[in-house]
């Protein structure tokens, strides 16, 4: 255990699988007191019962966090639990189709819009009044696509694009209020939305996706999760308005370099996290 986040109290959105996941166990390990946060039928619940087995501190909020009275129950569960809130790790997001634009339908375009961007804005309406209280800092989940934009999932995207500018926009209007607020951008991570076999990109999209990277593979949870903890910590206080991109070099690379790549870039870490839950996600519209 380590103590970066040592008297910290977070919220993490979508915590219960893929990176959300091992955001929490992260945190938990550097001393933050975490509020895992997710749709019902996510398991939050045994995350944060695996943190406590570790000896972490955590426990759970379950509520579509699109609805403002659920987004105002999770920050008042974390107010009430530990009393202040240090930081709001905007993760929550889903990916529920792949599709040419002229196919893609409404219904999943409705489902990224509630999920990827309302949630976003309701979740940092809740926290903010409780983040000046602790001149705490709001970390919203971004993406590669969001800055070159997703053949296939245009309007996926467009939503990360909104993440970015909206968070652009908070960081200029809350620093007056002592609040930092900054991007992490994933590139293509090793969760259910990147393989044919459980999300909806087909075996060419998934080929395409690692071979696009200059390293030639996708990142694994646990490496996006060492971003978070940094952009979150008091190390990265002049640190507002920022992205960081955490995506293997897919937005600098040039046609299919990863096939290019060393052998011991294409190698993924050793998980170190115990994560359980990094092949589930939201990967289809859901009611």
């Known amino acids: 255990m380590g103590n970066r986040l040592e008297r910290k109290v977070a919220i993490v959105t979508g915590g219960g699988t893929g990176i959300g996941e091992a955001i929490c166990k992260r945190f938990a390990q550097e001393g933050a007191r975490v509020i895992v946060a997710g749709l019902p039928d996510d398991p939050v619940e045994e995350v944060a019962r695996e943190i406590e087995k570790q000896g972490g501190i955590a426990y759970y909020y379950k509520g579509d966090l699109s609805v403002l009275a659920n987004a105002q129950a999770c920050v008042e569960l974390a107010a009430r639990m530990y009393g202040q809130l240090d ?9 529920p189709e792949t599709n040419y634009m002229q196919d893609f339908t409404e219904e999943a375009f409705d489902y990224l819009i509630r999920n990827n961007i309302k949630t ?11 983040l000046h209280k602790t001149q705490g800092n709001i970390v919203t989940a971004g993406s590669e696509a969001g800055h070159m934009g997703e053949p296939q999932a245009v309007p996926y995207g467009g939503t990360k694009g909104f993440n970015h500018a909206f968070t652009k926009g908070m960081a200029s209007e809350q620093a007056q209020f002592g609040v930092r607020c900054n991007i992490v951008a994933p590139g293509p991570v090793d969760t259910a939305w990147t393989h044919a076999s459980t999300g909806p990109m087909s075996a060419e999209m998934e080929k395409q996706t690692t071979t696009g990277t200059l390293m030639g593979r996708r990142g694994t949870p646990e490496e996006v999760a060492n971003v978070y903890l940094f952009v979150a910590s008091d190390e990265a206080s ?9 995506d293997g070099g897919t ?7 990863g096939d290019k790549a060393a052998a011991n870039l294409k190698k993924e870490p050793k998980d170190s996290l115990n994560l359980s839950h990094s092949m589930e996600g939201n990967v289809s519209v859901r009611s």
């Open 87 to 95: 930081i709001l790790i905007n993760n929550a997001g889903v990916f």
């Open 120 to 130: 976003t804005f309701v979740m940092s309406k809740a926290a903010l009044p409780e």
């Open 238 to 246: 002049y640190v507002t308005g920022a992205i960081y991109y955490v």
């Open 251 to 257: 937005t600098i690379a040039k046609g299919p370099m």
